[in-house]
């Protein structure tokens, strides 16, 4: 047994009190006369001894009480199981991501308790002891030792972070000179990781967080139906939804907004631990920059109930020809429109190769004879590039065998046939035409080039043999654009066949959305130029690092710097695109592992140990036992009291 103030044990002389007056009663005392004195004897006898049995029970409980309340005030415990260390530097790291905001009570969330652990903790350990405290922003606050004082007012400062941190940055974070860990989380399992080994001079307390079992509604991904978003086509966007939880969500509404005007809405049933799909349609009207924003209502686990991303218009298809004369193709026709497109002609004579490798469409038209250098580029570039191939009436067919990678047969007597239908299910057709008309005229055309049989073509003779297919990454067309060979180029067909191929192989096609753990995103901005670095505005601004790479900016952040939202790309006063960042998808995912599930991922050291309280009271016993030691004053006075209320009793009845 261990005294918290010894120095209090100096009051047991005081004990000698009730010794004193029990030695030295000098009450005077009174004779009486009486005639006969043997019957006197005898009483006063009897009366003597029982005088003494009770004086003694009352100086024993008088001295006990003086006793027990000196130990009272001396604060005697039994010695604890477990020491702070030497060193006397304790780490804290408090879980503050946002599935903290989860209920662990009724109206009470995870993150509340896990800050009054963290009180309980300093208010526990003796006041000379320094703390180093960790949330998931990292802050500079992290960076040292604090004080009690500096800890409890920090955690009143305490908000929920976006920021999910894994435990391998955790223990990165920890300052060498820390001997103690105490790890409060609610040790979600998605974000937490593993850590092979850790180190065993740090003892390691885990104090887990028991979040109430909940259902949790989250977008899992967005993506439109045609990846290349053309102004004035049809498009749809397609939204999956994941419910982690045990029971069905039904009638979930689930809302589209685009530049914070209501587009569309749409309910929806998901099964438990699975997901559903929704469509809307894309308004057709939307020009430049546009913010979009999916919502619904999911309670009580709402941090996850709006997801973010654009719908960009800005970046032109660029489209490449490579013809053998100077005179205007149907191609050049097509692609002329300049608010879609970025067209450019060159002769094979005058064509700079440097160019090839920054379109996203290349016309290979009616060429005789494809040179080796150019067979060689055009090769290298099939697997990232769009290659439409327009064969000449005369064509070598060495060379055009070496770019399709197959046999092929020049025809030089073919009769004019009539194309078939197309398959309007097909990815290249979908939401090409309003209305679908079987009665719908075909373009004709003399089939110039035969490449064999293809069952995936994607225009065909009514005869089954192809027209137009892809061959080996390769669009291949069967015969020139020229009125002796076909009308397709006068067709409803054209334009929009044509327009696909160049979004096919669209290599400015900007993600929708990332995740705020990105660290590195790249925008089409080959026109930029100088030193002026360009600004990242939303809720915060920043300036990333910045490189030029081809015709693209790459943007470096680092982790976790951006909030959720929308941010403009601003070059001084120009705005050249804009982006959304989202929260990661695993910080919805709200299972939690056990505490000795945590304890395997952590390596499993005996340095790690587990408390295993419930509640905050739970806890605040735990730890004083477990650092205090067992508390014994309570029972003092309660002793007190006993030989107290003992000592009236004695006085009060004991005859």
Not at 305 to 312: I, S
Request: charged content about 20%; hydrophobic content about 45%; aromatic content about 10%.
């Amino acid at each position: 047994m261990i005294f918290q103030f010894p120095s209090f044990l100096w009051a047991l002389g005081a004990l000698l009190i009730p010794i004193l007056i029990h030695l030295f009663n000098f009450r005077k005392t009174t004779q009486i006369y009486f005639s006969n004195t043997r019957f006197l004897k005898q009483v006063k006898q009897e009366t003597t001894q029982k005088r003494k049995i009770k004086q003694y029970l009352i100086l024993a409980a008088r001295l006990l009480f003086i006793f027990f309340l000196v130990m009272a005030f001396a604060q005697p415990f039994l010695p604890a199981a477990e020491q702070v260390g030497s060193q006397k530097n304790v780490a804290i790291y408090i879980d503050n991501s946002l599935s903290m905001s989860a209920p662990v009570a009724e109206k009470k969330r995870a993150i509340d308790e896990a800050s009054e652990r963290v009180r309980e903790i300093v208010t526990a350990l003796p006041p000379d002891v320094k703390y180093q405290l960790i949330t998931n922003d990292f802050a500079s606050f992290s960076n040292s030792f604090k004080a009690k004082t500096e800890v409890e007012d920090e955690l009143s400062r305490l908000r929920l972070s976006s920021i999910s941190r894994s435990a391998q940055e955790i223990e990165s974070r920890i300052l060498d000179e820390a001997n103690t860990l105490f790890w409060i989380s609610d040790f979600q399992s998605a974000t937490f990781g593993n850590v092979s080994k850790t180190d065993s001079s740090l003892l390691i307390k885990l104090v887990p967080i028991k979040t109430s079992k909940l259902s949790n509604v989250l977008v899992d991904t967005v993506y439109l139906e045609n990846p290349s978003i053309t102004k004035g086509e049809k498009n749809a966007i397609h939204v999956r939804l994941r419910n982690v939880g045990d029971r069905a969500v039904e009638g979930l509404v689930t809302k589209l907004s685009i530049n914070s005007i209501q587009a569309s809405a749409a309910s929806i049933n998901i099964e438990p631990n699975s997901t559903n799909s929704l469509v809307f349609d894309l308004p057709t009207g939307l020009k430049g920059l546009n913010k979009a924003v999916l919502s619904f209502s999911d309670y009580p686990v709402s941090f996850d109930n709006e997801f973010y991303f654009t719908l960009n218009l800005t970046t032109k298809l660029k489209v490449l020809e490579i013809k053998s004369n100077k005179e205007a193709t149907p191609v050049e026709r097509v692609f002329g429109n300049k608010e879609l497109f970025t067209f450019s002609s060159f002769q094979t004579a005058n064509l700079n190769y440097s160019l090839l490798n920054d379109v996203d469409l290349i016309v290979v038209n009616q060429l005789e004879k494809i040179e080796l250098p150019l067979l060689t580029t055009l090769n290298g570039l099939r697997k990232n590039h769009s290659i439409l191939l327009i064969p000449a009436l005369l064509s070598d067919e060495n060379s055009y065998q070496q770019l399709i990678r197959g046999a092929v047969k020049i025809n030089k007597q073919e009769q004019p046939l009539s194309l078939a239908l197309p398959d309007f299910k097909a990815p290249l057709f979908q939401n090409v035409f309003e209305e679908i008309n079987s009665a719908m005229a075909m373009p004709v055309a003399t089939k110039v080039l035969d490449w064999g049989a293809d069952r995936s073509a994607i225009l065909t003779f009514k005869d089954g043999r192809p027209f137009l297919s892809q061959v080996n990454d390769l669009f291949v067309l069967a015969c020139p654009l020229i009125k002796s060979t076909t009308d397709f180029y006068a067709h409803a067909l054209f334009v929009p066949v044509m327009y696909r191929l160049a979004s096919l192989g669209s290599r400015n096609q900007e993600r929708l959305y990332h995740s705020l753990s990105s660290t590195i995103f790249s925008f089409e901005g080959d026109s930029l130029l100088g030193d002026v670095p360009i600004k990242m505005i939303g809720k915060q601004e920043v300036i990333p690092t910045q490189r030029k790479v081809g015709s693209r900016i790459v943007l470096e952040l680092p982790k976790f710097l951006l909030e959720r939202g929308f941010y403009s790309m601003v070059l001084q006063k120009d705005t050249l695109g804009l982006v959304a960042f989202n929260l990661t998808k695993e910080e919805s995912l709200l299972e939690n592992l056990k505490p000795e599930e945590v304890k395997l991922r952590l390596g499993g050291s005996p340095s790690i140990s587990i408390f295993d309280a419930g509640s905050t009271d739970a806890f605040r016993n735990e730890i004083k036992e477990r650092y205090l030691g067992t508390p014994l004053w309570k029972y003092a006075i309660v002793l007190a009291l006993l030989f107290l209320l003992a000592e009236i009793l004695l006085i009060r009845f004991l005859k």
